[in-house]
């Protein structure tokens, strides 16, 4: 079966600190991965998709980053972060349902 | 463009009553339809989807969601609902053609509280 981690779980940063979080897949190959952030507890944005090794699509200009070194591998970064990114950010994987990660909760003071 | 619309930020409902969530969607062409939920600080847990086929789909914990095409919709329903069916509820959709990505668009939530 298919399973899906985060990490860090939380993560507690100061404003203009980098900023990495990894989302990696188990039990599928050449998946489509996604990271989204949600805000508030309710609505999701979709921030980056990637539908293979390299390829990665933005949604919405921000200050952050995504990369995809490997085929089950997807990272989100940033080099200085903003009050602003505070939030949960979730990552997922789909070959036609999506299905999540646990998230990472981020607190940029 | 897609769209998903869930009316209602929160659903209240006692124990032991039936419960609908309510979802209407836009889509070109025949839509795929999710339903996912949340509880607090976890990630989204699939639920269940229409794809083709009988309108009315069975998911998990004893949910099940009925497709409309003519009223656009596929809304979330349960016959007798429990306390710890209380969460953030999730419907999405995306078209038929798959475009590139394969994205979801997932409607605003709706709260779930079952009163005991």
């Known amino acids: 079966s298919q399973t899906i981690h985060q990490w860090p779980a939380t993560l507690v940063q100061p404003v203009g600190s980098p900023l990495s979080l990894e989302c990696t897949v188990e039990?599928?190959?050449?998946?489509?991965l996604y990271w989204y952030r949600q805000a508030a507890g309710r609505g999701l944005q979709l921030l980056f998709y990637s539908v293979g090794i390299g390829q990665i699509s933005s949604e919405v200009p921000q200050n952050l980053s995504a990369s995809r070194p490997q085929d089950r591998q997807f990272i989100l970064s940033s080099k200085k972060l903003l009050l602003s990114d505070s939030g949960f950010y979730l990552c997922?994987?789909?070959?036609?349902?999506?299905?999540f990660g646990p998230g990472t909760r981020l607190l940029v003071l | 463009a897609q769209s998903v619309a869930q009316p209602e930020d929160q659903v209240n409902v006692a124990e032991g009553n039936p419960l609908t969530v309510k979802c209407t969607y836009s889509?070109?062409?025949?839509?795929?339809l999710f339903w996912y939920v949340q509880y607090p600080n976890r990630g989204l847990q699939f639920l269940l989807k229409y794809i083709t086929g009988d309108n009315l789909v069975k998911g998990s914990y004893g949910f099940e969601a009925e497709f409309n095409k003519s009223q656009t919709s596929f809304h979330l329903k349960k016959p007798s609902a429990l306390v710890s069916d209380s969460a953030l509820y999730f419907c999405?959709?995306?078209?038929?053609?798959?475009?590139?990505?394969?994205?979801?668009?997932f409607g605003a939530g709706t709260i779930l509280r079952v009163k005991s």
């Open positions: 889509v070109s062409g025949n839509p795929y």
């Open positions: 999405a959709v995306r078209g038929e053609y798959k475009g590139y990505g394969n994205k979801l668009v």
């Open positions: 039990g599928t190959s050449n998946p489509n």
């Open positions: 997922a994987w789909s070959r036609d349902t999506q299905y």
